[in-house]
């Protein structure tokens, strides 16, 4: 049997809603998947946020992005983002010029030791990844996305559907209704 949230923290007493133990145990859980995955890049000295603008910048191409645009699109916002630039451009993994055009704009770019360390942990972090949440399986993991997908859309002003609109498994659609 599976501990639930308030078993796995010690808690004694019920949560206060059933949003707030839904919170408690998202939180919990993306605690161990960020720490599992900060474990598995430590050996190449870099972080979970510095992975994921590596990432970013390997996606933009040649052309690079604005600073701020790789902030708007980091996993988790990172309230200092030349910081984190300063790093990977003193491990030569990254690269900032100013915009000829534009010289209030400041473009990022990975350097090819950037996207040789990215292409060296592809496969990597693609397996640990799918070792992370592999006993879920595929229709449990796709009901999982379809989940934190409405869950964040009641952040960025979308209207919060009904959850039926899912179609859910019989089993999770009866516990809705509980």
């Known amino acids: 049997m599976v501990k639930g949230i308030r078993e796995e923290i010690k808690q004694r007493k019920q949560f206060p809603s059933l949003e707030a133990e839904a919170v408690l145990a998202l939180l919990r859980t993306a605690d161990q998947l960020q720490t599992g995955i900060a474990e598995m890049l430590k050996p190449y000295q870099l972080s979970p946020t510095q992975y994921n603008a590596l990432r970013i910048l390997r ?10 645009e790789i902030g708007e699109r980091m996993l988790s916002r990172d309230p200092d983002i030349t910081r984190l630039l300063d790093r990977l451009e003193r491990r030569g993994l990254a690269l900032r010029e100013r915009e000829a055009r534009d010289r209030r704009v400041i473009k990022a770019r990975i350097q090819p030791t950037g996207v040789k360390l990215l292409e060296s942990l592809d496969r990597p972090v693609e397996q640990h990844t799918r070792s992370m949440l592999r006993h879920l399986g595929e229709p449990r993991l796709r009901t999982l996305i379809r989940l934190l997908d409405l869950a964040r859309s009641g952040f960025h002003g979308g209207v919060q559907s009904g959850i039926s609109n899912l179609h859910l498994s019989p089993r999770l659609d009866a516990r809705r209704k509980l």
């Open 59 to 68: 996606g933009a191409g040649v052309q690079g992005l604005p600073c701020s």
